[in-house]
């Protein structure tokens, strides 16, 4: 009789793990604490909730890391990517989703599946000894009882760090005289996201208030928690200089003002549902209290009466110095029954956490059928990333990563011809060499 596997957390990682089992005819129990227990940052107690932006950025799989992860998780049958290319909405070169429809279909699938039961509880601490094999994929939210069980286990304290949340307002609550329609260079349709145009003095207005905004407070046990680099509140970000964000989320470049003069600075938002009602402030990541991001916002020409469907917002992320507590199949050394996946292992990014969900339900799967399960090659992004969370980062400085072309090993320098590869010719080189060892490997697993 084959073992039954449980997984903790139906957030992505936990979805696509509790999914990859099931295919594999391994019977799955899903544990999800909410609605019994719930978060900071939930909204619902559906699986596999977006709580941050409704993106899963580039799916630009010739030139970009993350494009090229899609591909991969794609052709190794994933569930999430499956659910987003079903839900997906305008967004340029990205991959956005209805985030409720998104969650909806994720849901449904693993309801409907012969092999998956769904319990809402929370496991309080370590799972019992007669879960014989266990996916835990709590989340960046993971509860303080697990945190703690997760701490005494590895014996090293946890490690956080503070991700923000975007706003959301309704475009109907857009003034469409100072705003309009365009993608960068006219990428996609060419009018994937609203544009609000500030001139200099509106920006420098703009980012005084943003620093002298109220911010919400840090606990007295927060304050030496740092922040998550590619994810700054964006008030971080005009504290280390005031030119910062029109340098970043805020440039101008590849975009007309069909409405007036050029913009010194832009505010673009990005579509966040299927109906195309309610938009997201792209980078708008915010520790603002409420009151005063209503405030600070409405600053921005064409946001003057913006109607916000919700506010940003600050919660805290826990996970594991991976490199140091976890082998190569994502089990935790100092107790091998329990696999971690998704944020808990210290990995970046919603494409990110289910990549390594997906990896954790195929190792699942192969030792509960006691057969062995050859990791990704290492110059696919499922195995970059991989490496990266067992191993290949340096465990005394481990940080969360997003995937990027940095963590692959690096091509030839040069063609057969002797040339030097420089720029997108180089990218293009790390996904040809990708597509082509990951053929054998998706293979195997499907064998």
Not at 91 to 115: E, I, K, T, W
Not at 343 to 358: D, K, N, P, R
Not at 372 to 381: G, N, Y
Request: aromatic fraction near 8%.
């Amino acid at each position: 009789m084959t073992r039954t596997v449980h997984v903790i957390g139906g957030g992505l990682a936990g979805s696509e793990a509790a999914w990859q089992l099931a295919q594999a005819d391994i019977p799955v129990i899903l544990h999800e604490m909410r609605p019994v227990r719930t978060t900071p940052a939930h909204q619902t107690d559906g699986l596999a909730e977006l709580v941050c932006s409704n993106s899963l950025r580039s799916d630009d799989a010739d030139y970009n890391a993350v494009g090229l992860l899609h591909e991969e998780m794609r052709r190794a049958g994933s569930l999430i990517l499956a659910q987003a290319d079903i839900h997906k909405v305008p967004a340029g070169g990205a991959l956005a989703v209805d985030r409720d429809g998104f969650s909806q279909g994720v849901q449904a699938a693993l309801s409907s599946h012969p092999r998956i039961t769904i319990l809402r509880e929370e496991v309080a601490g370590l799972p019992p000894e007669e879960w014989e094999q266990v996916v835990i994929a709590t989340g960046p939210l993971t509860s303080p009882a697990m945190a703690e069980a997760l701490k005494g286990v590895t014996g090293e304290d946890s490690l956080a760090f503070f991700d923000a949340i975007a706003p959301i307002v309704t475009k109907d609550s857009i003034n469409f005289t100072k705003a309009w329609f365009q993608s960068r260079y006219d990428k996609g349709t060419g009018s994937d996201y609203i544009n609000c145009p500030l001139d200099k003095e509106q920006y420098y207005a703009f980012i005084d208030a943003l620093i002298e905004g109220e911010k919400v407070p840090f606990h007295e046990w927060e304050k030496d928690t740092p922040y998550f680099e590619g994810c700054l509140p964006i008030e971080v970000m005009a504290e280390r200089g005031k030119d910062t964000l029109a340098f970043g989320p805020m440039k101008p470049v590849g975009l007309t003002n069909p409405n007036g003069p050029k913009p010194f600075a832009v505010v673009q938002l990005r579509q966040d549902n299927a109906l195309g009602t309610l938009y997201n402030l792209v980078g708008f990541q915010t520790k603002l209290r409420h009151g005063e991001q209503a405030r600070v916002f409405r600053a921005i020409p064409g946001l003057e009466n913006a109607e916000f469907a919700r506010l940003g917002g600050l919660h805290r992320n826990t996970f594991v110095n991976g490199p140091r507590v976890l082998d190569r199949t994502l089990r935790l050394k100092a107790q091998p029954r329990l696999r971690l996946a998704g944020q808990v292992t210290g990995c970046e990014g919603y494409v990110e956490s289910s990549a390594i969900g997906l990896l954790a339900g195929l190792f699942a799967a192969a030792e509960a059928r006691g057969e062995e399960m050859f990791r990704p090659p290492a110059v696919t992004a499922l195995g970059a990333l991989l490496n990266h969370v067992t191993g290949g980062a340096e465990a005394e400085t481990y940080q969360p990563m997003n995937i990027n072309f940095g963590l692959f090993p690096p091509p030839p320098e040069r063609d057969d011809r002797g040339r030097r590869v420089k720029g997108r010719d180089r990218k293009k080189l790390y996904a040809d060499r990708a597509r082509e060892a990951l053929t054998p490997w998706i293979d195997s697993i499907r064998k």
